[in-house]
């Protein structure tokens, strides 16, 4: 008998989780209406220049119509894309489509969406196509004081025209307030972003100017300020005298995919490390903020930063990944210089780990690990904050006896920032059951699928966006800070460029390079590899299960 039928008072889980995601969305509207920057009557123009473009289908135009769906936009607001295709804005959904996921009973509002939504085609240098633009968008909005939001989802190389026409020809009336929303890269080392950021400071006023980095708006990520100054029994640990080493890693599954004409002129170190990584660590580093305002926390990040010497050539591994001739997997078949976007014999780099110190009187001492690789085995994204070893020899027979290392494994505490998020205490424990003291590795764990079952995490750029109406500017990055982690890497980054670090070859689909593990290992970072995570433990997902959970979520 189907119990939901027979009680009136039961809710299907589907009924359920959705309960659980409209009761988060009212408190989140809730926040919003209390916050009161997005100022629900005023109108509201979003313009998402390069438009046509691989990011504006891929993140801005799905994110926009999810929040307008949600209910968190204002409600008089219009959309204008901008790019120099010819094309209509029929012609970008269509192309949006696959990334909008409009479900059927969603389709009226769907629609409401569209029609709000208008396309201008224009030059990124041509003055009087900036003064059209504008007049477009006085008449759509019919005001033109309305707030206006400018995406650029545009390469680096039309930045500095583009803001400068959009400051000179598209302000709004006062009150009407304008904010920007630049993409990384910002530069390509600490020459060209300063340079950028003083063209910037010459049109607008840094609180019109929002720099995204979109690992700030992951769940994981916004959760360490919490996960760290909520719990004091994590704050003693917090230091040189307790942590071992810190590791920061991503690593993708994918190769360039076509995206080599970019991605060549950057390298991975621009690419992942110097900002997504970077910020992570300034993060989970920093010194406890006087509060959670923005201006607070940016403070107590660039303090950090400032702690930290440029990178040695010696901590520093790069490589660039070769096909797999053997593998049964086409796209594994393909190194880095068989994609056609890619110069033939570019000595770029996929993959790069850098070691970094710090030098304040709580991490002297501990290694921070930064690792980051394109086509590797997997897809993930974590923290590893590994404590230094037990004291004394107390275990040390039993261990002999058990254990094929010879050494208890040390504690680890894992923040895993993607796929399915989730917090886990790596501990020892006695193996259950047993008569002696056979000690096996285990966790404490909290799994967020598991935990929070029902509950819908907003993608990043959901809530950064949302984050702009707000006028928050806590997940969005400073030129201060952008200045010390271009300063960080930008010796590194020179030799790269020059070709004088050892470039090594590492198949497609590998697990890493082994050169760089036998140097985290050197700094102190030790992975014994014999820990299982407990899905693999139990045998009941096996990775390519993961994959396709998470191409479903
Ligand atoms: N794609 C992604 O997944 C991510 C992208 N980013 C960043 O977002 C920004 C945009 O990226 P993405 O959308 O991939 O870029 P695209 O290469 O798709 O460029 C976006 C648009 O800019 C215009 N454009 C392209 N090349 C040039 C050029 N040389 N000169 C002038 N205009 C040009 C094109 O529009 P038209 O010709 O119609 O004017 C194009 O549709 C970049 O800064 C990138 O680093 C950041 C994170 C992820
Ligand atoms: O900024 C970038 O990030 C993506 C990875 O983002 P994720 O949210 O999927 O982890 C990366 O593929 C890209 O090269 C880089 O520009």
Known sequence: MDENKSNPHSTSTSQTTRETADCIFERLRFQITRLGSATPLTSHIF???????????????????????????PERI????????????ATIFEHAAKYMKVENHERETFQKFVELNSYCVGHYDVEKDFQHLNDEANRLSKQESAHRLFYLALPPNVYESVTELISKHCRPKPPGWIRLIVEKPFGKDLQSSNKLSEHLSKCYVEEEIYRIDHYLGKEMVQNIIVLRFANHILSRVWNRDSIAAVIIIFKEDIGTQGRGGYFDQFGIIRDVIQNHLMQILSIVAMEKPRSTKGEDIRDEKVKLLRCISPVKPEDVVIGQYIGDKDSGDVEHQQGYLDDKTVPDNSTTPTYAQLILNINNERWAGVPFILRAGKALNEKKAEIRIQFRDAPGAMFDEDIRENDPNGRLARDELVMRVQPNEAIYLKLNTKRPGEMGFIIEETELDLTYGDRYQGVKLPDAYERLILDVFMGSKINFVRSDELQEAWRIVDPILELVDQKKLPLIPYKFGVFGIPEAFEAAAKHGYIFRGTYLWKDERSGSITSKEQKKKEKNR
């Open 78 to 89: 219009r959309f204008i894309g901008y790019a120099r295709s010819q094309i209509t804005i």
């Open 47 to 73: 313009f998402i220049f390069g438009a046509s473009g691989d990011l504006a289908k891929k993140k801005i135009y799905p994110t926009l119509w999810w929040l307008y769906r949600d209910g968190f936009l």
